[in-house]
């Protein structure tokens, strides 16, 4: 599969500029994960860490499901790969495949798409437990960008690292 990423543009009304820069870095992840085996997306960096691209996949999931449907639409809602709220289990993706970690990832992302949609402005505001303050939905679109060009920054690495490829 070839992940076909789209090219933010270049003159646009703010809440049309942030939401084609998300699908952009959006892309990117799944760019780096193109044309892997699940073996591959399971191998990890270099010890003692144990991140791996698929681990990446599974916690960007928890990422979008966190921040839209939880923070911005109040759903009360475990996330996807813990009961107990702890982030750091969707990083161990040893047992995972490429169809269930990217099945659960997409999912969030089209509740994430649909949430903003629907939303009658970037003003909408909702609760952020950890913060302990109403946040916007600017906020977390910009943040969900930030969250994926760190994370995409750890996906280059970790693609050279499996089979060489660079670049994107």
């Known amino acids: 599969m070839i992940t076909e990423r789209p090219s933010p543009p270049l003159q646009a009304g703010e809440r ?10 959006r892309a990117t992840l799944a760019m780096k994960c193109d044309g892997l085996s699940d073996d591959d997306l399971r191998r ?9 691209l698929l681990g990446l996949v599974r916690h960007m999931a928890e990422v979008e499901r966190t921040w839209f449907r939880k923070v911005i639409n109040g759903e009360d809602l475990p996330l996807v790969w813990s009961r107990d709220n702890d982030y ?14 990217f099945a659960a990832w997409q999912a969030e992302v089209e509740h994430a798409r649909r949430i903003e949609r629907e ?12 913060w302990g ?6 906020l977390v679109m910009h943040h969900l960008c930030h969250e994926y ?3 995409n920054g750890h ?7 499996i089979d060489g490829v660079t670049g994107a």
């Open 16 to 25: 049309e500029t942030l939401r084609a820069f998300l699908d952009f870095h």
């Open 44 to 52: 990890r960096s270099m010890p003692p860490s144990a991140l791996t």
């Open 88 to 101: 750091q289990v969707a990083y161990d993706a040893s047992d995972s495949t490429r169809s269930e970690a």
């Open 119 to 130: 939303a009658d402005s970037l003003d909408v505001t909702g609760f952020q437990p950890r």
């Open 133 to 138: 303050e109403e946040v916007s939905l600017r």
């Open 149 to 151: 060009a760190r994370h």
């Open 155 to 161: 996906a280059d690495f970790l693609r050279e690292g």
